[in-house]
Antibody, heavy 120, light 111 residues
Framework: EVQLVESGGGLVQPGGSLRLSCAAS????????MNWVRQAPGKGLEWVSY????????YYADSVKGRFTISRDNAKNSLYLQMNSLRAEDTAVYYC?????????????WGQGTLVTVSS | QSALTQPASVSGSPGQSITISCTGT?????????VSWYQQHPGKAPKLMIY???NRPSGVSNRFSGSKSGNTASLTISGLQAEDEADYYC???????????FGTGTKVTVL
């Protein structure tokens, strides 16, 4: 069974940093591209970042470019999101999501999400 | 990059069919067949319902179908059921710098 479990969320002050993790199981993690998608309270979905299966290709949304860093450790079946210079508008539930094979930017499995709150 | 435009809400009675639109531009919806649709119940993670405009993942009811015309993609739910009440989001690849864009979301209400 495919499972994605996010962790690392919490309360952080503006300007602070946080590192999110996503533990994957039930599939060959190293063969799949991965994404982070977020959802502000009561708002819609917003794509955050993409990483290829090897980690060699990475993309970011303009809203987080230069502040967030996506990475992965295929040996540990884990995906990460390092978030720096956090702002109030980064407050959201952050989901890690697996890309469906043979499709582009289609997420067939999602984690349950981890809440990040940026507030003083 | 602006979000794709969806109606805020759509409603229908059990058994009826409804259609949710997702309007973008030639740089996203109109230019590529990488449109997907997600269903999200309150407090839950999104679930993939349609990918590559009109393909249905295994396990998703054939009451859900997708299509595209020009810069607008559509999700149709036929034989509406109470369990279909949820938020629905479209998503598309975009040739802009941001790579991917989601729709504004549509709340489906079963009357």
């Amino acid at each position: 069974e495919v499972q994605l479990v996010e962790s690392g969320g919490g309360l952080v002050q503006p300007g602070g940093s946080l590192r999110l993790s996503c533990a994957a199981s039930g599939f060959t993690f190293s063969s799949y591209e991965m994404n982070w998608v977020r959802q502000a309270p009561g708002k819609g979905l917003e794509w955050v970042s993409y990483i290829s299966s090897s980690g060699s290709t990475i993309y970011y949304a303009d809203s987080v470019k230069g502040r967030f860093t996506i990475s992965r450790d295929n040996a540990k079946n884990s995906l990460y999101l390092q978030m720096n210079s956090l702002r109030a508008e980064d407050t959201a539930v952050y989901y890690c999501a697996r890309e469906k094979r043979d499709s582009l930017l289609t997420n067939d499995y999602w984690g349950q999400g981890t809440l990040v709150t940026v507030s003083s | 990059q602006s979000a794709l435009t969806q109606p805020a809400s759509v409603s229908g009675s059990p058994g009826q069919s409804i259609t949710i639109s997702c309007t973008g531009t030639s740089s996203d919806v109109g230019g590529y067949n990488y449109v997907s649709w997600y269903q999200q119940h309150p407090g839950k993670a999104p679930k993939l319902m349609i990918y590559d405009v009109s393909n249905r993942p295994s396990g998703v009811s054939n009451r859900f179908s997708g299509s595209k015309s020009g810069n607008t993609a559509s999700l149709t739910i036929s034989g509406l059921q109470a369990e279909d009440e949820a938020d629905y989001y479209c998503s598309s690849y975009t040739s802009s710098s941001t790579l991917r864009v989601f729709g504004t979301g549509t709340k489906v209400t079963v009357l």
